[in-house]
């Protein structure tokens, strides 16, 4: 991160004159440099495409597969290419557990493991302390920031082709990070080391970083965490755990507090395991209804407890079940998305016929499927009943076309509601796509009259049919339009990889 003038070693000018954003991996990740870019902005420093030349250079590197590492590498490499005198910070997972390649590879990187990555944004934010350069206010960038052309995926989590291979870069929806690092080790997952043990952050912080994301524009905000059920207020960060721990703010409690002390419209939760959805959480969604959004990411892995208990996960599918139906009796018409793993080691031809029936069975209204992808190190290595991955591969198809229909057969049955949609992007044909509360995808066209530009705006609109392009799409009626507030400012990091990751199921 680029050093305050004070502590710069070169004594060069403090400030860089522009910076790049590259980010790799899930929606922690992304957070994390969406949040560096509202500061960035807020130090009128513009963001850059990574191939173009910049001063400073971050790149938050991902390590779910050697496929990832490899990109966060590459990414190194171009970044030094682009500007060979740039300052070059690498943070995230692939540091974490492979910092000698980095070094050997740019030794004039800056690393900077995952705990010391607060830091970073401090520095930035020490940035922002000291002013606007002069002649430039503070204040809207538009006309300084380019457009993200050039986004290139990393598409960490779809390495194997299965899931999405390319998150979309958000400029609507701004994540906000709540939580880092996980305690709990799964079988399968290198997380817990690559990041560290769960921390929350403190709620000031938290509140801060929705407030600047309100103030660039965002209407949603994305609650995310490696493990956010976790979440405790800071205790855990500042080493409180323990008797006080029951004094400590719950998620729930966050909920209720961004709520009453922001006018944050639409407000979702990114992924969260299903133990962790209990009744204060579910009570505080419904009370924030309509600006607590109708959507739950629950992680799944398996609908086989023989599979789920070696993976060490902590419930099993009845468990699970009985979290969806709760769920569905508190908060109405709640859609809810799962996460699967094809070919964990020991998962024999009974175990995927329980999954694939388990999945079927829950009406989902989205499932990201991955193929089990061995990590170093991790227990599930080393575990007898491996599966081939031409196996892997066929699981995983079979679980794919179960998604596809889930997904499919939830959009049939909202058809005809009224929703009201955060509107994303353009598609070529000419209309207008976004997200509605259920995070159904639904395209319009705009109505006579309407702005020219809907980006950043909600619409409310009935959902008319399935869209004759993609199954689960659906075109909309636009009935009403509440203009964006303001346009969006904020360029956004690029090569977004996919969200939830094999072993990151909690940061989808
Ligand atoms: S899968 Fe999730 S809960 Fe399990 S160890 Fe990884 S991050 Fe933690």
Redesign the pocket.
């Known amino acids: 991160m680029p050093r305050p003038a004070a502590t710069r070693p070169d004594g060069a000018t403090a400030r860089p004159r522009s910076a790049a954003i590259v980010n790799l991996g899930c929606k922690v990740n992304q957070s994390e440099m969406e949040a560096a870019a509202r500061l960035l902005r807020e130090a009128c420093v513009p963001l850059v495409d990574p191939d173009r030349a910049a001063d400073l250079y971050l790149v938050n590197t991902c390590t779910v597969t050697s496929i990832a590492d490899e990109k966060s590498r590459a990414a190194v490499r171009r970044a030094r290419r682009a500007n060979p005198d740039a300052e070059i910070v690498v943070t995230g997972c692939s540091v974490q557990v492979g910092a000698e390649m980095f070094a050997a590879m740019d030794p004039a990187a800056r690393l900077v493991t995952n705990e010391a990555k607060a830091g970073l944004l401090r520095e930035l934010e020490a940035l922002v302390r000291l002013g606007a350069p002069e002649g430039r206010p503070h204040g809207p960038l538009d006309a300084a920031l380019p457009t993200l052309s050039g986004v290139e995926a990393a598409g960490a989590a779809g390495i194997d082709g299965i899931a999405d291979d390319r998150a979309s870069v958000e400029r609507t929806r701004a994540f906000v990070k709540v939580q880092d690092g996980?305690s709990?080790?799964?079988t399968y997952?290198i997380?817990?080391r690559a990041r560290g043990a769960e921390r929350s952050l403190e709620p000031d912080v938290v509140l801060a970083d929705v407030r600047r994301a309100l103030a660039a524009g965002h209407r949603e905000i994305v609650l995310t965490g490696?493990?956010i059920g976790t979440y405790d207020g800071g205790w855990s960060e500042r080493g409180a755990r323990g008797s006080h721990v029951r004094s400590a703010l719950t998620l729930a409690g966050l909920v209720r507090r961004i709520l009453e002390a922001t006018s944050v419209e639409r407000i979702r939760l990114s992924s969260i395991?299903p133990q962790h959805v209990d009744d204060e959480l579910l009570e505080a969604w419904v009370a924030g209804a309509p600006r607590t959004l109708p959507h739950l990411h629950l992680p799944l892995q398996s609908g086989d407890d023989g599979v789920l208990r070696r993976m060490?996960r902590r419930y099993a599918a009845g468990d699970y079940a009985r979290t969806v139906e709760r769920a569905r009796a508190a908060i109405p018409g709640v859609a809810v998305h799962a996460d699967v793993i094809a070919g964990f080691p020991t998962e024999d031809d009974t175990a995927f016929a329980r999954t694939m029936a388990f999945v079927r069975e829950q009406r989902l209204a989205g499932l990201h499927v991955f193929r089990y992808s061995a990590r170093p190190g991790t227990p599930a290595t080393r575990m007898a009943g491996q599966v081939d991955e031409r196996t892997k591969k066929a699981r995983a198809g079979e679980l794919l076309a179960v998604g596809a229909d889930a997904r499919a057969a939830w959009a049939r049955a909202g058809l005809r509601t009224v929703t009201r949609v955060l509107v994303e992007s353009r598609l070529a044909d000419g209309r207008w796509v976004g997200h509605a509360e259920d995070h159904v995808l639904v395209a319009v066209t705009p109505r006579p009259g309407d702005p020219a530009e809907l980006e950043n705006a909600i619409l409310t609109v009935r959902r008319a049919a399935i869209d004759g392009e993609s199954a689960d799409r659906v075109t909309g009626e636009v009935l009403a339009v509440d203009p964006a507030p303001r346009s969006l400012r904020v360029p956004l990091p690029v090569l977004a990889g996919s969200p939830a990751p094999i072993?990151?199921?909690?940061v989808g």
């Open positions: 996980c709990f080790y799964c997952c997380i817990p490696i493990n395991e060490g072993g990151g199921a909690h």
